[in-house]
């Protein structure tokens, strides 16, 4: 079986900053479709006149898109589903263009609509097959992008769109179907057969109990008509990887295109000199004292656009001593130019010298930069002796049938835990005084048993190192019990032994907290206590995670007051009920746009969402909902904005429909619907 990967992703066009094509294993480059006025490919959105980035330019476009629907049967016999393939541009944020905002993913999407609700159904397509069940309404919606970071168009290579589909041609068309336009793999809109599948399913199936087709198969519906875009690049293009001067008057140009390329250097000033190229990579140095040079493709088309030729930058040392009090990091960046140098994160050093930086640890690597531009990087060696292991540390952790800060009675088993020391240790001791016995005076983890009267029992743990270390092996211990008094011990764990009491409940403060953030109750000052069991009354406003616990988290789901009760018992006496309220500080969430495109039966709902506290958090997710059905979940991103792009839910809507959207933090907002043609 092929691999389901494209082979190879063009340079990037300086006019639009996109890459000019994709190519498949095949060797087919398939261009962004970007003619308003060519009838082979998806509808573009975009005002009168010329394509102008970023005036007058699509908010997504596409280099392949393949499409197939389906009726299934459904509670009403109407269902439908619906399979969308694609390598598309657009934009990070609210999916306006934008310069630096550029990004193309690879798209699968599964959707049903109107199906038998809480059924599993199999997806068979041309690139594999996926298993999904409807919700309770009948609906499926499975969406996998694949690239989607400003600039990182590479990743879409993996998103498993691939080989490139395309018509069926000759013997293999249908009745009444055509060869494809010149210089395209089939045309958008028109349902035909196609081929190049790599699992040889050239068909988009549904299986699933009553998935029904006419020709009377119960369990499963197929077509094998697609709708499919795809233009032929005839460009080819060039990328400047890196121009640098390495000397006064030369330039050296490293730049990137297909294979078998005439790629010349030219520019104000500069003589046209032929590049030098193995497959991809093309490189020559140039007679030149310009500033900015363009490389040109003389084979297909298509150039690099003007380049600033940058200094030729070199750190040729990065250490830090070890041995040296203070320690020191030792930097040397040799620059062919005389623009003043820094080193990123310190300070403006020298071209050529010997630089210094008194520092506790140094950096993994680091950067020179001219003018705020990074042109180099080092990783930083360390030199000197090895580093001294930190000294070993004894620390006890104590927990009693009850849980960490409680009393014990007689006779009753405590955990000793010493897993919290530090060190490269290899022995152990435990000792006990006033009458407790240890299990295993040697173990990592042992028991205490309490003796019968009440009372006090120390507890000591010393550890050795593999350095044989003893000096700081015996060492102050912070313990997590306490007595009765609520004092606590330095070496040694203090458990008190006492006749049982009453329980008394006691759940902390009320306070304030943000909807949507965990947060921990504690029961510890509770008396008596050997079981915890919190509750709260408010129905869902509150997830308690552990309910069974001493410390659970709870994390609220509205804003405003919300209750909790905490019930303890133990053999002292009846269970003891108290409550504890926690008040919901919500954030906001708030729709700048709602509006439905009837064109293309398409959903476009953006908007602004923040947390409690923006300066601390943000919610990572917005939902969007439509008395019709859920729209679907978009990203928030770091500015606080989110966009949402969806198909139709159900039946169309009408305009002033209400648009609902909210997040974890229990941010809510409506706005109403405006219907766009």
Avoid: C
């Avoid at 600039?151 to 060869?179: H, I, K, M, N, Y």
């Avoid at 919610?619 to 770091?638: H, I, K, N, Y």
């Amino acid at each position: 079986m092929a691999e389901k990967k494209l082979a190879a992703v063009g340079p990037v066009d300086p006019g639009n900053g996109f890459p000019r094509w994709y190519e498949d294993e095949s060797g087919v480059r398939l261009a962004l479709g970007l003619d308003p006025d060519d009838p082979n490919i998806a509808a573009l959105e975009v005002g009168p006149g010329a394509i102008v980035f970023p005036t007058n330019y699509p908010g997504e476009a596409f280099y392949f898109l393949v499409e197939a629907e389906v009726p299934i049967g459904g509670t009403a016999g109407d269902g439908r589903a619906k399979l969308v393939l694609g390598l598309e541009a657009t934009f990070a944020g609210l999916g306006e263009p934008a310069p630096d905002q550029q990004i193309v993913f690879g798209r699968t999407r599964l959707r049903i609509q109107n199906g038998r609700p809480e059924t599993e159904y199999t997806f068979t397509h041309p690139y594999g097959a996926h298993t999904a069940s409807t919700d309770d309404r009948g609906k499926v919606d499975v969406t996998v992008d694949i690239g989607v970071a400003p600039g990182q168009f590479a990743d879409a290579l993996g998103a498993g769109v691939a080989p490139f589909l395309r018509w069926t041609s000759g013997a293999a068309l249908g009745a009444g179907e055509g060869e494809p336009p010149d210089g395209y793999l089939g045309i958008h809109g028109t349902p035909h057969t196609v081929t190049g599948s790599p699992e040889e399913t050239n068909f988009f199936r549904v299986e699933g109990i009553g998935a029904a087709t006419g020709s009377g198969q119960p369990e499963s519906s197929e077509t094998a008509l697609f709708s499919l875009q795809g233009k032929v690049a005839t460009e080819i293009g060039a990328q400047v990887v890196r121009a640098v001067r390495p000397a006064p008057g030369a330039a050296d140009v490293f730049a990137f295109s297909a294979p078998g390329q005439e790629l010349v250097v030219t520019g104000d000033g500069v003589p046209v000199t032929v590049m030098r190229g193995v497959g991809r990579n093309y490189a020559a140095r140039v007679s030149t004292a310009a500033d900015e040079i363009e490389v040109l493709n003389r084979t297909r088309g298509g150039g690099s656009g003007p380049t600033p030729v940058t200094d030729l930058v070199t750190v040729e040392t990065a250490t830090f001593d070890l041995d040296a009090v203070p320690s020191v990091l030792r930097v040397r960046a040799v620059s062919s130019g005389t623009a003043p140098l820094e080193l990123v994160g310190f300070g403006p050093i020298a071209n050529g010298v010997d630089e210094t930086f008194a520092v506790d640890a140094p950096p993994a690597s680091v950067q020179v930069s001219v003018a705020g531009k990074v042109l180099a990087t080092r990783e930083v060696v360390l030199d000197g002796a090895a580093s001294v292991s930190e000294s070993p540390t004894a620390v006890i952790t104590v927990t009693t049938p009850a849980g960490v800060r409680s009393h014990v009675t007689p006779g009753e088993e405590v955990t000793l835990d010493s897993s919290g020391s530090t060190g490269a240790l290899v022995n152990r001791t435990w000792t006990a005084s006033g009458g407790g016995q240890i299990a295993d005076a040697t173990a990592a983890a042992t028991t205490l048993t309490m003796p019968l009267a009440p009372g006090s029992v120390s507890v000591t743990l010393t550890v050795t190192d593999t350095a044989g270390r003893t000096a700081d092996t015996k060492t102050d211990v912070t313990l997590t019990v306490t007595d009765t008094a609520g004092r606590t011990a330095d070496t040694k764990t203090d458990v008190t032994v006492e006749a049982p009491r009453a329980p008394l409940a006691h759940p902390g403060a009320d306070r304030t907290v943000d909807v949507g953030e965990p947060v921990t109750l504690d029961a510890g000052a509770s008396l008596g206590a050997r079981t915890f069991r919190w509750t709260t009354p408010d129905g869902d406003a509150a997830d308690i995670d552990g309910p069974d616990s001493m410390q659970p988290t709870v994390t609220l789901r509205r804003g405003g007051p919300v209750s909790l009760q905490l019930t303890v018992t133990g053999p002292g006496g009846p269970d003891s009920v108290a409550d504890v309220v926690l008040t919901g500080r919500p954030g906001t969430v708030a729709i700048d746009r709602a509006e439905y495109r009837t064109d293309k039966k398409q959903w476009r709902v953006s908007g602004r969402a923040s947390g409690p506290d923006p300066a601390r958090r943000r919610p990572d997710r917005v939902t969007v909902s439509t008395p019709l059905g859920g729209l679907g979940e978009a990203v928030v991103d770091a500015a606080g904005a989110w966009s949402l792009v969806a198909g139709l839910v159900g039946s169309a809507p009408l305009a002033g429909d209400r648009v609902t959207a909210g997040s974890r933090h229990g941010g809510v907002a409506e706005a109403p619907l405006t219907v766009r043609r």
